[in-house]
């Protein structure tokens, strides 16, 4: 580059007012004074360029967009507000619903227990009957009683292992 050579300028003192008009949409039949100066001026010709293009794409783009109406916005903020108010309402009813499902599992482990000691009550009647072999009217009733108190523990233990199961999926299943 030769010294006599000038660089183009890369700025210009009008490019804010420019600017304006074409965002605004002033330009060009508002200012008529800022139209001449763009003619002569590299800087501000370009700015009207890339500005203008940048406006028609952004009105554009408004036109195409399609908001909802604000009445669906409204209907939709509503079902929203209703759907979270009742999750919260149910929060206190699913812990009471674990609690409860805690207390199944205890009440069946309580049951399994009982039946335990009555598996082993069996095994003292079992001895029993063996003292007694030569009675058999003893053994007759032994068994009698053990079928008698035998049979509902074990329909207890069994409803206990069935309802367990069933609270504690109703507990942790979410709606």
């Given at each position: ?6 660089r ?5 003192s ?20 800022l ?11 370009d ?19 399609q ?16 759907a979270?108010a ?12 674990g ?5 199944i ?12 000691r ?10 029993l ?15 009698a ?19 367990a199961?069933?609270?504690?999926y ?6």
């Amino acid at each position: 580059m030769s010294l006599g050579a000038r660089r183009p300028a890369s700025e210009c003192s009008r490019e804010a007012d420019v600017l304006e008009a074409v965002t605004f949409g002033r330009w060009p039949e508002q200012c008529a004074e800022l139209v001449t100066h763009a003619a002569s001026c590299a800087v501000c010709a370009d700015l009207v360029e890339v500005a203008r293009a940048l406006r028609d794409d952004r009105e554009w783009l408004c036109r195409a967009a399609q908001p909802p109406a604000a009445g669906m916005v409204w209907w939709r903020a509503t079902i929203r507000a209703r759907a979270d108010a009742a999750r919260t309402a149910t929060q206190p009813i699913s812990v009471l619903q674990g609690v409860a499902g805690a207390c199944i599992v205890g009440a069946a482990a309580g049951l399994a227990t009982v039946a335990w000691r009555s598996i082993q009550w069996f095994d003292r009647i079992g001895e029993l009957a063996m003292q007694f072999e030569s009675h058999r009217d003893g053994l007759a009733s032994a068994s009698a009683i053990a079928a008698h108190h035998g049979l509902p523990i074990l329909i207890a233990v069994a409803a206990g292992l069935v309802l367990a199961p069933l609270a504690i999926y109703f507990t942790l299943a979410d709606d």
